[in-house]
C-alpha cells in the first residue's frame, strides 16, 4: 500500500546531536556584545536545530498534559509528520502512484492547522513556542560555537566590555 520508511532511529541520530554536548557547562560563557551573542544564537541555532526542535515539542506536549485528548491528537499528528515527511528519502507510494514531497507538506500543514482550529488551543501553543524560543535563544547565546572560527566581526569584538574603539 504504501513504501516503507527507513529505519527513522538512524535519521533522528543525525539531526540530534549528543545531550551531553548540548548540556556541558564547560562551554557557556558570556557573550562579549549583543552582535556575538547574535553570532552564537545563530551558529548554536544550526548546529543543535534537532535538540531545539525536541526541547519546543517536549514543552508544547508538556502543557497539553491538562487536555488529555488534545495530547493524544498531536503525539498522532506528529507520528504522522514523522512517518510521511521527516523519515522519506523517496516519494511516498500509495496505491501504485507516487506522491510528490510538497502535497505531503501541504497535507500534513492542513492537518496540524484544522486540529488547531477545532481543538482551540492556539494560545496554548503560541505560548509554548515563545517559552522554548526564550530557552533556544539564552541557551545560544550562553554557549561558546564549538568550532573555534574566527567571528563574522572580526577585531570589532574585543575582551573589553567597553570595547576597543581605537579601530573604528
Avoid: Q
Avoid at 536545530?49 to 488534545?70: C, D, F, H, Q, V
Avoid at 477545532?118 to 524560543?133: A, C, D, P, Q
Amino acid at each position: 500500500m504504501s513504501s516503507p520508511p527507513p529505519d527513522t532511529v538512524t535519521i533522528a541520530a543525525v539531526n540530534v546531536r549528543p545531550w551531553p554536548l548540548f548540556i556541558d557547562t564547560a562551554a557557556l560563557s558570556l557573550p562579549i556584545s549583543f552582535s556575538d551573542a547574535t553570532y552564537r544564537i545563530n551558529k548554536n541555532f544550526r548546529y543543535f536545530t534537532g535538540n531545539y526542535a525536541l526541547i519546543i515539542l517536549i514543552i508544547l506536549l508538556i502543557s497539553l498534559i491538562t487536555r488529555p485528548i488534545s495530547l493524544v491528537l498531536f503525539l498522532i499528528i506528529f507520528a504522522g509528520w514523522i512517518y510521511l515527511y521527516f523519515s522519506r528519502n523517496e516519494p511516498l507510494e500509495l496505491f501504485g502512484f507516487d506522491i510528490d514531497d510538497k502535497f505531503v507538506l501541504g497535507f500534513l500543514t492542513l492537518v496540524s492547522f484544522v486540529a488547531l482550529l477545532v481543538v482551540k488551543i492556539w494560545m496554548n501553543v503560541v505560548v509554548s513556542i515563545g517559552f522554548g524560543t526564550v530557552i533556544l535563544c539564552v541557551h545560544g547565546a550562553l554557549r561558546a560555537p564549538e568550532d573555534h572560527e574566527d567571528s563574522p566581526y572580526g577585531a570589532l569584538l574585543s575582551d573589553s566590555p567597553r570595547g576597543n574603539y581605537t579601530i573604528v
